[in-house]
């Protein structure tokens, strides 16, 4: 691709995005009141809506006959096809991948879950995604031809475009280099990749009724990691480890973690290091279900490893949050909802870490989504419009850039 090319085709699809942006706020227009609001010629205006009526991103919804004066021919209203979905945000687990759909009003339409097992190759794994997606708009009649951009939350630290050398990744669980360009071979629509918890993060930001400058986000899942957001900004860090709590080391005597060390605060806090803990107690838990009944329940060996749980959280987050001074600390995760005692024992611990300073005490609460909440926040990043984003890669950059590196050599 030609600087020319590349610059022809970012322009393009800037004209496109003023199009919808119109029609979103104003409904069905017709072509010249189009060209009129959004400030193009009517050949330009013709090319891009007949690019967006082929992909169908919009469609013809009726004429102006009913309200136009003179006798000249009834020109053709256009709106957004409700039917396509414009926005993909897409969050791997270790043991699932989460889908969520965006309208171009930014609404999500639709979501939904497939598991699969942790050892799963991700070959595998990006064909389970594809097929989700698929069912998704099987069900609810949704087309995909019009995506604008598609957001990628990936298990592990994911280095931020610009970076040089290549990310780092955990034995087994690193998403392939080229997962972007599977999705966008796929779905003909840029993307954006970073780690899912700090996407998270982002969605529980973004999510929060006022504002939040500084916040310090963990989630307890099928692994352990988190996000910050700092002076206002999404922090990716820069080889993108910021926030990656999970390989903290909460015991050094501990159980070997994936990563190569001993006793991270993944070998305790993750769902499955939770549920062995209580089996080796002799609870029998295999599942969250299994955990919510002792919970119900009131198990006293549950609930010491719960508080267990709490107090190595707590100890890790006391330590970001005397270097960070959050505004607040969020721990999110379904065994959080299910098991509140892990985040009263987390905020116990972390008021006794911060006794010295009082004052420093951060707000500490549960996150405010579920399991939807690395998706909702890839869908976010797509959407690019909050001030948390400010520097942050625009859908589709890497692999921009490589197309550029490549055609310069």
Not at 31 to 55: C, D
Not at 132 to 152: K, N, S
Not at 225 to 243: E, H, I, N, Y
Request: aromatic share 4%.
């Amino acid at each position: 691709m030609s600087t020319t090319t590349g610059v022809h085709a970012m322009v393009r699809r800037n004209h496109e995005l003023r199009v919808l942006a119109v029609l979103r706020a104003a409904g069905a227009l017709s072509r010249a009141e189009l060209a009129k609001r959004v400030g193009l010629s009517r050949t330009t205006l013709s090319e891009i809506t007949a690019t967006l009526l082929e992909r169908g991103a919009i469609v013809v919804v009726d004429t102006d006959a009913a309200h136009r004066r003179g006798s000249g021919r009834p020109a053709e209203r256009l709106a957004l096809d409700p039917a396509s979905g414009q926005y993909l945000g897409v969050d791997f687990g270790h043991r699932r991948v989460h889908v969520a759909v965006a309208d171009a009003s930014h609404e999500i339409v639709t979501s939904g879950l497939r598991r699969y097992d942790d050892d799963t190759d991700w070959t595998t794994r990006i064909g389970l995604a594809f097929d989700l997606v698929d069912r998704l708009g099987a069900e609810h009649g949704l087309h995909f031809g019009a995506l604008q951009a598609i957001g990628i939350g990936v298990p592990g630290p994911y280095a931020k475009t610009g970076v040089s050398g290549s990310r780092v990744t955990w034995k087994r669980h690193g998403a392939p280099d080229d997962i972007d360009v599977a999705f966008a071979t796929r779905f003909r629509a840029p993307v954006m990749v970073d780690n899912n918890t700090r996407l998270a993060a982002l969605a529980e930001a973004v999510s929060n009724p006022e504002a939040v400058s500084d916040l310090v986000y963990v989630r307890l899942s099928d692994g352990v990691g988190g996000g910050l957001v700092v002076a206002g900004r999404l922090v990716t860090g820069a080889r993108g480890f910021a926030g990656e709590f999970g390989h903290v080391t909460a015991d050094p005597a501990g159980p070997e973690c994936r990563c190569g060390k001993r006793g991270c605060l993944e070998t305790v806090a993750s769902v499955p290091a939770i549920l062995a803990a209580c089996r080796e107690r002799g609870v029998d838990v295999g599942s969250l279900d299994d955990l919510a009944d002792a919970v119900a329940k009131a198990d006293p060996v549950a609930d010491a490893v719960l508080r267990d749980v709490g107090s190595a959280l707590g100890r890790v987050l006391g330590a970001a949050a005397m270097s960070l001074d959050p505004d607040q600390v969020v721990v999110g995760g379904e065994v959080v909802h299910l098991a509140p005692v892990i985040l009263e024992q987390t905020a116990a611990t972390l008021r006794y870490e911060l006794n010295s300073i009082p004052a420093a005490r951060p707000i500490v609460r549960v996150g405010r989504l579920r399991d939807s909440d690395g998706a909702f926040g890839a869908l976010t990043a797509t959407f690019h419009q909050s001030p948390l984003l400010a520097e942050y890669p625009e859908p589709g950059d890497r692999a921009e850039a490589s197309e550029s590196q490549r055609s310069a050599t």
